[in-house]
Antibody, heavy 119, light 107 residues
């Protein structure tokens, strides 16, 4: 069974940093592209970042470029999101999502971890 | 960036109704269009990919159509468990943008 489990969320002050993790199991992690998607309270879904299966290709949304860093450790079956210079508008539930197949859809999602940026 | 626009933003329907949600892309995305269902407090769930392909395990009352810039999600006979928010997403190019969502509520 495919499982994605996020961790690392919490309350952080504006300007602070946080590192999210996503532990993957039930599939060959190193073969799949991965993404982070976030959802602000009461709002819609916003794609945040993408990383290829090898880690060689990375994309970011303009809203987080220069502040967030996506990475992965295929030996540990884990995906990460380092978030620096956090702002109030980064407050959201953060989901990791697997990109399945050649159509780049997000076929499996974690349960999400809440990040709250507030003083 | 490709903009995705869904309509309506919300709708009220009864059990057994046929429901249609539309999604328009700001440029052609061929058939790189996905539909997701999200219930409150839960992660999104993939329903349809490549515009019309049903994800494994998804009931056949869900169907998708369209190509280019205009797409449709249809629920042929709305069931109680279908009351949720639905999002389209283009996977043609990065950033893989989502529509703003359509909330399907009980009439």
């Amino acid at each position: 069974e495919v499982q994605l489990v996020e961790s690392g969320g919490g309350l952080v002050q504006p300007g602070g940093s946080l590192r999210l993790s996503c532990a993957a199991s039930g599939f060959t992690f190193s073969s799949y592209e991965m993404n982070w998607v976030r959802q602000a309270p009461g709002k819609g879904l916003e794609w945040v970042s993408y990383i290829s299966s090898s880690g060689s290709t990375i994309y970011y949304a303009d809203s987080v470029k220069g502040r967030f860093t996506i990475s992965r450790d295929n030996a540990k079956n884990s995906l990460y999101l380092q978030m620096n210079s956090l702002r109030a508008e980064d407050t959201a539930v953060y989901y990791c999502a697997r990109a399945g197949g050649g159509w780049y859809n997000f076929d499996y999602w974690g349960q999400g971890t809440l990040v709250t940026v507030s003083s | 960036d490709i903009q995705m626009t869904q309509s309506p933003s919300s709708l009220s329907a009864s059990v057994g109704d046929r429901v249609t949600i539309t999604c328009r892309a700001s440029q052609s995305i061929t058939i790189y269009l996905n539909w997701y269902q999200q219930k409150p407090g839960k992660a999104p769930k993939l329903l349809i990919y490549a515009a019309s392909s049903l994800q494994s395990g998804v009931p056949s009352r869900f169907s998708g159509s369209g190509s280019g810039t205009d797409f449709t999600l249809t629920i042929s006979s709305l069931q109680p468990e279908d009351f949720a928010t639905y999002y389209c997403q283009q996977s043609y190019s990065s950033p893989r943008t989502f529509g703003q969502g359509t909330k399907v509520e009980i009439k």
